[in-house]
Structure formats: structure tokens, C-alpha cells
């Protein structure tokens, strides 16, 4: 395993600039911003270090938090809880709630991603034109649609428990999805079924997914085709800090609240230390992990981190209340002492005297040529 690695520059699997982009970008332009994340002479960053002169920040303009795309509502299914909506297929396997909010903050969450490897896809080197390519828990779609505009001739199918995917959303240039892009309604934990096997498997922010992650890393691999690539990309909980845990803080006590909380509803946020494991307990073979760090806040030196954080904070901002009433409810916690509470964690999210950042992991593997 490898802190951030040198191959995080551009390359020809950076995410295409949808026109809809343009209302979703952050005050700084693209190429601005790509120059500021290449990282001097070639080498990317490590554990960040906290900027004590502060003579500089990166921020989102309010056009990223809202944004012109329209859902027809009379499509989808979906429960209310807490003035929220959330999945009905399976309901209560996935504790985000699906609605236009969480929608707006997962095409957020998806340029964090990718802009924290150089504004790339992947970090996999896979073949130009992967025949059949795979995006488990697609979320929104945004991630299997840019892959798919980038890489014509892949068919490409994105699956998720919640029906919201953009089939009727105008995100490329031609104002209609990619022919060669599909989605479906289907649990990645249950027996996979396709007809043929995929030369590149895909998932991103799988931690609250699943209940046996091992088990869906064993489902992908008997269903790549040989030589085929899988890459997982996730967060690991809870949070580290430079210097010594603010014990006392908000932010320090939501860590480990969720972490009790998440493990009560059967599921685990630090699942992430155990992929490479799981990759090779399914008979992947020259896997390569690499790990990145989000800052919380502008508390970092550098261009990189400092935007990095931007897009961080305000991706948990917009996020945290959601993800805390199912989880803070299991421990006993009323709907309003969760919002009050988690008003206190944004503070810390916004002080640059709170040193706290996420550690996020990328992972791949290959299925061997010859499988025994």
C-alpha cells in the first residue's frame, strides 16, 4: 500500500466536461484547478500538514449546490422518514435517503473522487475499450455515464437499490443518456445473474452498502472475465487527526458515535482496511492500493488539499444530517438532538483549528488469465 500515488496526473481517463458542469464547478476554472492539483515535481501528497500562515482557501459558489436538472417524481417508489425519502426496493438496506438533495450531493461527491486523482475515472490502467464494463451501487449514474461518453464501444451498466438514475436527465452534450449505458434496480449482495462477464468492475463509497462486503468482492471476481480489473474506491472510518485527537470535540464524538451506531444496524465504516484482504481471499491477483486525505477544512497546506477540502466540506455539510438520523437514531437519539448535535460537528467541519481529514483508499485488482 501506498500513500497518493505519482500516477495521479492527467491522463486519457479524465471525466469529461459535460456541458451541465458548468453550473457545478467551483470558483476556480478547470484548467486553473488541474494545474493546482498537479503536484510540483511529480510527487502527490502524503498525510497533510496544517498551513499555519492560512493566507489562502478554496470555496464552492452557490451554483454547485443547486442545479437545473428536473425528476419526474411519478417514476419512483420511495418511503419518507424524517422529511426525507429513501428506497423502497429492499427498504432499509441502504441508510442514505435517495432524494433530490442526496442526489445534488452525490454528483458533489462523485468530482471529489475524481478530482482528487487528477481529475481521472480510475486509477487502474484498464484497456481502451473494455467490452463490458460494471458500476456497482451507481448512485446517480454520473460515474457509469462519463465512463461510458468517454468509451464508446464499452456497454456499460450501472446498478443500484434506488430507481434515480438519470434516464430522463439531459448530462451530455447530445441531450440524451449514452447509447451504450443502461441501468438497473438490483442488490449487489444478492446472486449475480448476468448473461456475461465484465472486463472492468467499478465501486465507489461502498461502505454503508454492505453487510458482507467480502462476499460481493468474491461475486465481482467470479463475474469478471480473465485478465479482467476491478477497482474499489472508499473511506475508511473514523477520521485520524495531525496531533492529538480533539477528544472533546463535537467532530471527535460523531466519529465514534457513528462507528457504534453503524456497527448496532450490522454494518462497519472501517471495512476499508480489510479490501486488499478481500481482494486477495478472491483470487485477485497484483492488486495496488494507494490511499489520498481529505482535510476537513482549508487547515492544509497546499493548492491540492486546500481544494480537496472545499469540495469535502461541503459534500459533509450538505450530508451529515441524513447520514446521522439512522444511525444516531439506533442509539437512542430523537430526531431534533441529532440536527442539534450535528449543528455542533459542522462548526468543527468549518474550524481550522480542528486538524481532522478522512483517509480514502483506491484499490484494484486483476483476475488472472489462467484462474485455477
Given amino acids: 500500500m501506498t500513500d497518493a500515488s505519482t500516477d495521479a496526473g492527467t491522463d486519457s481517463s479524465h471525466a469529461t466536461l459535460y456541458s ?30 496544517v498551513d499555519d500562515e492560512q493566507t489562502e482557501t478554496r470555496s464552492i459558489p ?51 473522487f475524481t478530482l482528487a486523482v487528477g481529475d481521472r475515472l480510475h486509477i487502474a490502467p484498464i484497456p481502451e475499450s473494455p467490452r463490458r464494463v460494471l458500476d456497482i451501487a ?15 464501444e464499452s456497454q456499460v451498466i450501472g446498478t443500484d437499490l434506488s430507481p434515480i438514475q438519470p434516464q430522463l436527465r439531459l448530462l451530455t452534450p447530445s441531450g440524451s443518456l449514452p447509447e451504450n449505458c443502461r441501468f438497473e434496480i438490483d442488490d449487489a449482495e444478492d446472486e449475480w445473474t448476468f448473461s456475461e462477464p465484465f472486463d472492468f468492475i467499478h465501486g465507489r463509497a461502498l461502505m454503508s452498502c454492505f453487510n458482507d462486503p467480502a462476499a460481493v468482492v468474491q461475486q465481482a471476481f467470479d463475474n469478471l472475465a480473465p485478465g479482467g480489473i476491478m477497482e474499489f474506491q472508499d473511506a475508511l472510518f473514523p477520521m485520524s487527526y495531525v496531533g492529538e485527537p480533539p477528544t472533546d470535540s463535537a467532530l471527535y ?23 486488499h484482504r478481500y481482494f486477495e481471499e478472491a483470487g485477485f491477483e497484483n492488486i495496488v492500493e494507494k490511499r489520498y486525505y481529505w482535510p476537513t477544512s482549508p487547515w492544509a497546506k497546499g493548492d491540492y488539499f486546500k481544494t480537496v477540502a472545499a469540495y469535502f466540506q461541503e459534500d459533509m455539510i450538505v ?16 430526531p431534533d438532538e441529532v440536527r442539534e448535535f450535528v449543528d455542533d460537528v459542522k462548526k468543527d467541519f468549518r474550524d481550522i483549528n480542528v486538524h481532522a481529514y478522512l483517509t480514502v483508499t483506491y484499490i484494484y485488482g486483476y483476475k488472472p488469465e489462467h484462474p485455477s
Fill in 62 to 112: 452557490e451554483s454547485i449546490r443547486s442545479s437545473t436538472m428536473s425528476l419526474d417524481s411519478s417514476l419512483y417508489h420511495f418511503i419518507q422518514e424524517n422529511g426525507r425519502t429513501y428506497h423502497k426496493y429492499k427498504e432499509g438496506r441502504y441508510f442514505l435517503p435517495n432524494d433530490h438533495a442526496e442526489q445534488e450531493r452525490l454528483d458533489l461527491q462523485h468530482q471529489l
Fill in 20 to 49: 451541465w458542469r458548468s453550473s457545478r464547478t467551483a470558483s476556480i476554472d478547470q484548467s486553473t484547478l488541474l494545474s493546482q492539483l498537479s503536484w510540483g515535481n511529480g510527487s502527490a501528497p502524503s498525510i497533510p500538514s
Fill in 253 to 275: 464524538r460523531w466519529n465514534e458515535m457513528m462507528m457504534e451506531g453503524v456497527a448496532k444496524l450490522g454494518r462497519s465504516w472501517s471495512n476499508v482496511k480489510n479490501y
Fill in 319 to 334: 450530508g451529515i444530517e441524513a447520514m446521522s438520523l439512522k444511525v444516531l437514531g439506533v442509539l437512542g437519539m430523537s
Fill in 138 to 152: 451507481t448512485g446517480t449514474g454520473i460515474w457509469a455515464i462519463e465512463f461510458a461518453t468517454q468509451h464508446p
